[in-house]
């Protein structure tokens, strides 16, 4: 395509967190708004965008290899647009060692990429990382597509500045989004399709705002009135942090049926001198005793987290307290990374940085133990009779895929449809799935 050409047609390809996702569908229906088409799977897209994530070292490096892969035989490329977190962090970098992109965006300020693209399209370069005060979200085209699940930014950016972490500088401060947009985009989801939404932020459980009636409410009032939109069947929220559990949300737990029976609290260490050090402003036992409020008013809830092996000085016996934490937990599911230094951040300069043998060694063993217990928790499911959300059809004749209210991914074969909620007995456990029979459906 020559530069001197608006775009036909686009490719959005988002890397990293669920509010990455998010934002890389709301790019896609910005474009769709200026008349640019979704490429056909297989065939090359005149604009390209790639959504990026900043949070480990390997996910910059994945960024320029997928600019290397968009290189054609001639040497030219399509239109390249790098958005996200790297873009935020690395624009000028990335300006200088690709001359092959044509225009960074940042996580807060992508509204703006179609006055981006038409510069683009007559051959100049142009960088816009800004976080500005009008939101993108004021700026973004109302949702017309949905499929049976969604995801719903409630709030962004992260004001808890953890040692190691870059989020803080690629997102921003802590935002939250109005009330009454949230409610509409989420009737708007639901009418478009949607039998779960999914509230986001990187901290979502310190969103807060103001009713229709003019109260203060947090998350817990927000998934209480979302909870009563009538074709609604399930909520769930997600990263929440210890700190902003509050007693309320604790509380719709327990009360919010449409709530689901999950919660994903990410700790990162089970030692205090290494929380203390990350600047995590909770200890292994505060978190420990924030889960116990939890099962007490949902006794079922499916627990997740996320962890950190070899942040700078963690010894062995500092790690064996990780160990000992996860197996006073027992999670459903977890996620585990080996420390990566990001550049700017106080920890990528603290002494003491852990040998990549040890890190390895670590992560092997915290991913033993998580395995085990992400086993153990589907084979106590085996004979548990639930929902299940079907979300698509299977590679099996008749099979359908969907999640269970822990979100298991449980298949079965039967009458189903994409959206159907469908009740089933759980029958037997795999690592990653479990198999189910139906036992009732209702339709959608
Ligand atoms: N706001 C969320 C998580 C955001 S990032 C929270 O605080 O829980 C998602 C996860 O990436 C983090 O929970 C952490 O486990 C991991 N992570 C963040 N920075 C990292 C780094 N520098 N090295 C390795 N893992 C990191
Ligand atoms: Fe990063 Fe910590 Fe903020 Fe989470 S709470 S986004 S880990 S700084
Ligand atoms: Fe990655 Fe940015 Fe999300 S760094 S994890 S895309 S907030």
């Known amino acids: 395509m020559p530069t001197t050409q608006i775009p036909r047609t686009y490719r959005v390809k988002s890397f990293g967190c669920q509010m990455n996702v ?104 142009v960088t816009d990382t800004d976080m500005p005060a009008e939101t993108k979200f004021d700026a973004l085209p109302r949702r017309r597509r949905s499929g049976p699940t969604a995801f719903l930014t409630v709030q962004e950016g992260c004001d ?21 947009d949230l409610i509409d985009e989420a009737k708007r989801l639901v009418d478009a399709g949607a039998r779960e939404i999914t509230l986001l932020g990187q901290n979502v459980n310190a969103w807060y705002g103001e009713d229709a009636k003019g109260r203060k409410v947090g998350l817990d009032g927000l998934i209480r009135e979302l909870a009563d939109i009538p074709d609604l069947a399930r909520i769930r929220y997600t990263t929440s942090h210890p700190n902003d559990m509050t007693d309320a949300l604790i509380a719709a737990h327990g009360e919010v049926a449409k709530l689901m ?38 006794p079922d809830i ?52 852990i ?9 092997q063993r915290l991913q033993a133990a998580v395995n085990r217990d992400q086993y153990a ?25 969907g999640k269970s209210p822990w979100l298991q991914s449980v298949h079965f074969i039967g009458e189903a449809t994409v959206g159907d909620v469908v009740t089933v007995e759980l029958i037997e456990a795999g690592g990653n799935s479990l198999s189910a029979k139906v036992l009732s459906s209702v339709p959608a």
Request: charged share 25%.
């Open 22 to 125: 998010y934002d890389g569908e709301r790019m896609a229906e910005l474009l769709a708004e200026q008349g640019i088409t979704a490429a056909p799977e297989g065939e090359e897209a005149d604009l390209v965008v790639l959504n990026t994530c900043h949070i480990r070292e390997r996910a910059a490096e994945k960024v320029y290899s997928d600019i290397g892969r968009l290189k054609r035989g001639d040497g030219s490329t399509p239109l390249i647009a790098v958005a996200g977190c790297v873009a935020q962090a690395e624009g000028d970098e990335i300006m200088k060692r690709s001359p092959a992109v044509k225009m960074v965006v940042g996580p807060q300020a992508y509204h703006r990429l179609p006055e981006m693209i038409r510069v683009a399209s007559e051959g100049k370069r």
């Open 160 to 180: 808890k500045f953890c040692t190691y972490c870059v989020v803080p500088y690629t997102r921003g401060a802590e935002v939250s989004r109005p009330h009454a």
């Open 261 to 298: 029976p999950f919660l994903h609290l990410p700790v990162q260490a089970g030692n205090d001198r290494v929380l203390k050090a990350m600047n995590r402003s909770h200890t292994a036992e505060s978190y420990l005793e924030i889960l116990d409020r939890v099962r007490a008013v949902r």
């Open 302 to 353: 499916a627990l997740s987290g996320d962890f950190i092996v070899g942040f700078p000085g963690e010894t062995d016996a500092e790690f064996e307290d990780t160990l000992r934490l996860v197996d006073a937990v027992g999670y459903a599911q977890c996620f585990s990374f080996k420390y990566s230094p990001r550049a700017g951040t106080p920890a990528a300069t603290m002494d003491d940085q």
């Open 355 to 363: 040998a990549p043998a040890v890190m390895d060694e670590r992560l």
């Open 377 to 401: 928790f589907n084979k106590a499911s085996v004979g548990r009779t639930c929902e299940v959300l079907v979300e698509r059809k299977g590679k099996l004749p008749g099979q359908w895929l």
